[in-house]
């Protein structure tokens, strides 16, 4: 599984489905946030056409859905890690 370094460039309002909780939950990642992931990129359909949007599986378990690939940049290259 690839993992990627990230950090947000923006404010985003994301849905999170965590293990603990039977339903997603509205979390605020905030500007300058870094974090790792495996990203599982896909395009979603938005009033305005297209978009980007990954599907974020974080190291606790929890995945955030649908976050706009243009909110977040790469910090560095993708590390190999064992599942």
Known sequence: MMVHAIE??????????RPEYAYPQRVVIKEGTRLFAHIKPYVAQSPDGP???ADLHLDDGSVARAVR???????????SRKA
């Open 8 to 17: 947000f460039r923006w404010v985003v309002l994301a849905d999170v489905d």
């Open 51 to 53: 978009v980007e949007v």
């Open 69 to 79: 690939f243009a909110a977040f940049r790469f910090l560095d290259g993708a590390k």
